[in-house]
């Protein structure tokens, strides 16, 4: 990957994000891939982890067969064997598989061992990493103290040792923003949490963004308010090669963990191009 001057500047520091929510089905796993397609075609190198798993939606949304899988990184000895890489996956973003088998022993400590590893690569290394993010599961105050849990053994320690943040995702109504919410409050982190809302196109009347940000300022910062379409749904389709539009609420999520889009901006030069 030689350096050009259309180049994107290279970070010297690797973030980590988790995309969690407080319900299923708020769209966690289009969230991850979205931002994570949003750096690549801003020249930053991005691995996307499937880190839910036990449901795995990036591996069925990615097609990817039994022998691409996290067990890799331990039984042949480099992480770069578990990788699936930007051209192989034919996006702008690397993908560390989940595991081939989720109940084995060791699964959660091989994550963190992992996510450290990527972490911890030199910013004079080629493969230095800017940004890794993490597509997990929902979470609550029990799944947050369970011993073993993926959130309790993954997420937190990273997050209480200040090297993790946290992206969530709540919906406008109900359960979803009740279970969000009380999600929010267990993880207790605000400055280290950004929320996005979820909410149908159409939903009649949604709370404003001054209303979300007065209900979400003890628990997270506010990104804005994902409002789905039928376009918005269309460009999830599994297999897609994705061009997210740099909207408002994605181009806040990206800023929150460091990386500086416009809205709209023109896209520079993609990792897709070098690997």
């Not at 979400?216 to 599994?238: H, K, M, N």
Request: glycine share 10%; aromatic share 6%.
């Amino acid at each position: 990957m030689g350096s050009t001057s259309q180049e994107t500047p290279r970070r010297r520091d690797t973030t980590l994000t988790f995309i969690s929510g407080g319900s299923g089905g708020i769209g966690k796993s289009g969230n991850a891939r979205a931002l994570a397609a949003l750096l690549g075609h801003h020249g930053h190198h991005v691995v996307l982890v499937d880190g839910n798993p036990g449901q795995q939606s990036q591996r069925r949304w990615h097609a990817l067969d039994d022998t691409s899988m996290l067990e890799n990184a331990q039984w042949l000895g480099q992480l770069g064997k578990a990788l699936i890489m930007p051209r192989q996956l034919g996006q702008t973003y690397a993908l560390l598989p989940g595991p081939a088998d989720p109940l084995a022993p060791g699964m959660n400590d091989l994550y963190g061992k992992a996510l450290y590893m990527l972490k911890s690569i030199p910013a004079t290394d080629p493969g230095h990493v800017d940004a890794i993010i993490v597509d997990t599961d929902r979470i609550d105050q029990t799944l947050w103290e369970q011993k073993g849990s993926f959130a309790n053994h993954v997420i937190r320690p990273f997050m209480q040792a200040g090297l993790a943040s946290m992206i969530f995702r709540l919906g406008q109504t109900g359960s979803q923003t009740g279970d969000g919410l009380r999600a929010l409050a267990a993880v207790n982190m605000p400055g280290q949490v950004c929320a996005t809302v979820q909410a149908p196109a159409t939903l009649a009347k949604p709370r404003t963004d001054s209303e979300w940000k007065r209900i979400l300022a003890p628990v997270a910062r506010y990104a804005g308010c994902d409002r789905w379409s039928p376009d918005s749904l269309a460009e999830q389709q599994p297999g897609t090669r994705l061009d997210p539009p740099a909207t408002d609420w994605l181009c806040r999520q990206a800023a929150f963990i460091g990386f500086h889009i416009e809205p709209e901006q023109r896209k520079g030069h993609s990792w897709f191009h070098h690997r």
